[in-house]
């Protein structure tokens, strides 16, 4: 949700990117809803698939700081907490 204020700065451009940094986050949020309703073995993959999604936000970061719609710090601060969530569906992964 973090991501919300964040984008409100976007160019308007960029509409596009924008929409798909929207759209990838909020379907963390429901995966992982998702995911503490299920067994082990599908929730495994639904885990799975909650780390592509933060794969794919990173990317976008990564690519608005090429593109120069975000500083450095914000790469760098949105690029750690993407990293945090990321450790901590793999310690979700690994406790079953």
């Given at each position: ?7 409100d ?88």
């Amino acid at each position: 949700m973090s991501l919300d204020s964040f984008l409100d700065n976007y160019p308007k451009k960029e509409l596009v990117m924008k929409d798909n940094m929207y759209k990838c986050s909020y379907e963390i949020l429901e995966l992982i809803f998702y995911a503490n309703q299920l067994e082990n073995e599908p929730k495994m993959a639904v885990q799975k698939q909650i780390v592509s999604k933060l794969s794919m936000l990173d990317f976008y970061l990564e690519r608005s700081y090429k593109l120069h719609f975000i500083s450095e710090k914000q790469c760098l601060n949105k690029s750690n907490e993407l990293l945090v969530m990321t450790k901590m569906i793999y310690g979700w992964i690994k406790n079953g």
